[in-house]
Nanobody, 128 residues
Framework: QVQPVESGGGSVQAGGSLRLSCATE????????LGWFRQAPGKEREGVAT?????????ADSVKGRFTISRDHVWNTLYSYLQMDSLKPEDAAMYYC????????????????????WGQGTQVTVSS
């Protein structure tokens, strides 16, 4: 069973940085779009950033210029990374990584429903 696994969450002060990682093993081919989503208490889950296999990226307006998504692969494992800089208290949430069997071209954040594989999440806490 394909199960993305996130790591790297934690607590940081406002203005600090964190780097989230996600490993997804067992996908049949390389060309999956990888994404990061987040959900804060009492709020709906929202898209943060996605990256196609050709490197096209899309970001939520709230994180543009502060977050950077990247990807890599080793054998049958796809890796995605979310470098988060200049963190704000409003960035605090459970962060989930996901994979989609579609390219999106980096024009805008794709629908969450298009992502078929989801991780369990990693918690990010930002104190003011």
């Amino acid at each position: 069973q394909v199960q993305p696994v996130e790591s790297g969450g934690g607590s940081v002060q406002a203005g600090g940085s964190l780097r989230l990682s996600c490993a997804t093993e067992g996908l049949p081919y390389y060309s999956y779009t990888l994404g990061w989503f987040r959900q804060a208490p009492g709020k709906e889950r929202e898209g943060v950033a996605t990256i196609d296999s050709d490197g096209s990226t899309s970001y939520a307006d709230s994180v543009k210029g502060r977050f950077t998504i990247s990807r890599d692969h080793v054998w049958n494992t796809l890796y995605s990374y979310l470098q988060m800089d200049s963190l704000k208290p409003e960035d605090a949430a459970m962060y989930y990584c996901a994979a989609a069997d579609l390219p999106f071209g980096g024009i805008r954040l794709p629908p969450q429903a298009d992502f078929g594989y989801w991780g369990q999440g990693t918690q990010v806490t930002v104190s003011s």
